[in-house]
Each structure stands twice: as C-alpha cells, then as structure tokens.
C-alpha cells in the first residue's frame, strides 16, 4: 500500500544566547508539534509502526545538530530527520553571541490506498 502524506507541519525555535543548533531545532519540533493533533491515527485504527515521519531542519550550521536528538525527540513513528541549511543567525557584535534560529518541516506519511 502506497503511503500518503496527510500533514506537513511547520515550526520556528530559538537559542537567544549560548548558540546551541540542537536546542533550536529541538524548539522548532516542538513548535510544530504543538500545532497539531493526529486524532485520525486512532479514529483511522492506523498501525503507529506504519507512520512515517520525516522531519528537516533548516539552520545556518547544519553540522552543530544532533540529529539523534532531534529524532529521539517524536513520540511515534519511522522518524528521519534530515537537516539543511537554512533558518537565521542573528548577530550581536557587542557580546558575540548571536541568536540562531532554527526552521522545522515536519511531514507525517501514512498508508492510504
């Protein structure tokens, strides 16, 4: 059975001081989350090991996420977490200590016929 997106959501998180990646991402999951309610996973009776969950992250500096974190983070499904460039550091000269910014997309796939 082919799987269908039924949800793409998105979210915003922020590390205002410290620079910590792992901690915007993990905000900006937890952003998108909280916009939504999968009600039809029970109402559908569908099989949590059938969801797939695909999640991107879009920061300045991919690399300084931990994307098992980010992962771990989802309470169901097949989680992949792909993380790319994007999202916002905003500087502060005066202290160097930017503020990072991060982007979530967090799309939920689910078998359809």
């Known amino acids: 059975m082919n799987k269908k997106r039924v949800i793409l959501e ?8 410290g620079s910590d ?3 915007a991402a993990l905000r900006a999951v937890q952003d998108a989350l909280h916009h939504s309610s999968l009600a039809f996973i029970r109402t559908l009776k ?5 969801i ?11 690399e300084k996420v931990d994307a098992e ?3 771990a983070s989802l309470p169901v499904g097949n989680v992949t ?7 916002l550091d905003v500087p502060d000269t005066e202290n160097n200590d930017p ?5 979530a997309a967090i799309a939920v796939r689910v078998p359809l016929p």
């Open 69 to 71: 974190k980010v992962r």
């Open 46 to 50: 569908i099989d949590k090991k059938e």
């Open 81 to 87: 977490v792909k993380v790319v460039k994007g999202g």
């Open 52 to 62: 797939d969950v695909e999640v991107t992250i879009g920061v300045q500096r991919p």
């Open 10 to 17: 998105l979210g915003t998180g922020n590390d205002l001081h």
């Open 99 to 103: 503020a990072v910014i991060a982007s």
């Open 21 to 23: 990646y792992t901690k």
